[in-house]
């Protein structure tokens, strides 16, 4: 009877380039899993997602625009949006590693730099002051020396709670309808057919009139250049 064949491992014989391209595709991998919560968390995402979820709430239209439309339509915003601070990382990091004229950790840093600089002109002092006293004991004494893990959600927060302002102001105008149509029904006695029936159609109205969705949009994007 055959013995097994035997099998013998040596660590130094490929040499030490392999393995570093084993780690480059575990570091790209890991990067491209993240990409979704890097997108969401460091740009615009956030406060024209939130924003939009708003205006369909306030018209109170179930599901219409779909939630693949309004997804959709915040990746575009936010691709416009961010289009000069992409601009900069492509000139500045990718273009010049590519090149072989920066080195990985150079061209991280200076996108970790364009990206800061957006998200610190979007920050509320309190906020970054809060998650920067938590990060450290003695405060930057530079907004642009916050570290990224602080910056993060304080410009997080920042971004819900402008969406929320925003939301608000976009609701006042639909509860008035909501009020209105309830107490004239009220009034007319035809209290078992639903308000939110008849307010519909005039919210509807009152959205296209205004052209709703150009003031919306103008508003989120020039709030945010």
């Given at each position: 009877m055959n013995g097994l064949p035997s099998v013998t491992i040596n660590p130094g014989a490929g040499g030490g380039e392999p393995v570093a391209t084993v780690l480059q595709i575990v570091f790209l991998l890991t990067v491209l899993t993240l990409a979704p919560a890097i997108l969401i968390l460091t740009t615009s995402f956030t406060r024209i997602t939130v924003v939009l979820g708003f205006v369909r709430n306030?018209?109170?239209?179930?599901?219409?625009?779909?939630?693949?439309v309004l997804i959709?339509?915040?990746?575009f915003l936010t691709f416009f949006v961010m289009?000069?601070?992409f601009g900069a990382i492509n000139e500045q990091a990718l273009q010049p590693y590519l090149a072989g004229e920066l080195d990985a950790g150079t061209a991280l840093?200076?996108?970790?730099?364009?990206?800061?600089?957006?998200?610190?002109?979007?920050t509320?002092?309190?906020?970054?002051?809060?998650?920067?006293?938590?990060?450290?004991?003695e405060p930057?004494?530079?907004?642009?020396?916050?570290?990224t893990l602080a910056l993060i959600p304080a410009f997080v927060i920042s971004e819900l709670k402008t969406a929320f302002q925003?939301?608000?102001v976009i609701f006042v105008p639909f509860l008035v309808i909501d009020m209105v149509v309830a107490s004239t029904l009220m009034s007319?006695?035809?209290?078992?057919?639903?308000?939110?029936?008849?307010?519909l159609p005039f919210k509807i109205v009152l959205f296209v009139l205004v052209d709703g969705w150009y003031l919306v949009i103008r508003s989120l994007v020039t709030g945010l250049q």
């Open positions: 306030a018209l109170a239209t179930q599901q219409m625009p779909p939630n693949q959709g339509l915040a990746l289009a000069p601070v840093a200076r996108s970790e730099a364009q990206l800061k600089g957006f998200m610190l002109k979007h509320r002092e309190k906020e970054l002051a809060l998650f920067a006293s938590m990060n450290s004991d930057p004494a530079r907004p642009e020396d916050v570290p925003i939301g608000f007319m006695g035809m209290l078992m057919l639903p308000p939110m029936m008849i307010s």
